[in-house]
């Protein structure tokens, strides 16, 4: 099936510092979305992005839909604590055509 | 809004039994809802495609009679593991596709908060 490279796997930062973390593919999505995972938890919605050169915020968080259709990036400002989590990237061809990243595990060092 | 909940958030069952978990679209009406089941530390494996009132679409290498799914309405799905041994133990997570016209967009997945069930 398709895949979506997410990178990097793992991150430790600094608290204060910022993040960011990116999806690619081979195959062309129309939408794009970043879910954050704690653990014990089911994922949650950070950011969708339903256009190609979008770029949209959530507070500290800036996610973009690349031009080519086959990537995104999310960004995370002065990252604190809370920050913590397992990011997830996930693209939709089309219908129930949903695939995921690996995820990107983050630490935050206060 | 797009709110999904899961019951239970977490089983303990001896082995053979068998385990219902629901998923339920809280403020929208979900004609898909999709089941993962994830390891600690690995991203989601989609198990299956449930649509509502057909039958389910099972990934390969999942036994569709071992985790047997029911999507009976447009706001429940059920997952029932049945005859459960410990290598079923795993986290467990539904999410749902909003249907057109419903609270949430119909290209973007809603996740429960998982169950987390057990196998002794």
């Known amino acids: 099936g398709q895949q979506l490279n997410q990178s990097p796997q793992s991150m430790f930062i600094q608290e204060g510092e910022d993040v960011s973390m990116n999806c690619t593919s081979s195959?062309?999505?129309?939408?794009w979305l970043w879910y954050k995972q704690d653990p014990g938890e089911g994922p949650v919605l950070l950011i969708a992005l339903y256009k190609a050169g979008e770029l949209t915020s959530n507070g500290r968080l800036t996610a973009q839909f690349g031009i080519t259709r086959k990537d995104s990036f999310l960004n995370i400002s002065a990252s604190i604590p809370s920050d913590v989590g397992i990011y997830f990237c996930a693209g939709q061809i089309t219908g129930n055509q949903f695939y995921f990243g690996t995820g990107t595990s983050l630490t935050v060092i206060p | 809004g797009a709110v999904v909940s899961q019951h239970p958030s977490w089983v303990i069952c001896k082995s053979g039994t068998s385990v219902k978990i629901e998923c339920r679209s809280l403020d929208f009406q979900a004609t898909t809802m999709f089941w993962y089941r994830q390891f600690p530390k690995q991203s989601l494996m989609l198990m299956a495609t449930s649509n509502e009132g057909s039958k389910a679409t099972y990934e390969q290498g999942v036994e569709k009679d071992k985790f047997l799914i029911n999507h009976a309405s447009l706001t429940l799905s059920t997952l029932t593991v049945t005859s459960a041994h410990p290598e079923d133990s795993s986290f467990y997570i539904c999410?749902?596709?909003?249907?057109?016209?419903?609270?949430?967009?119909?290209?973007?997945?809603?996740f429960g908060p998982g169950t987390r069930l057990t196998v002794l």
């Open positions: 999410s749902a596709r909003p249907a057109a016209g419903t609270s949430g967009r119909t290209d973007t997945q809603y």
């Open positions: 195959s062309i999505f129309n939408t």
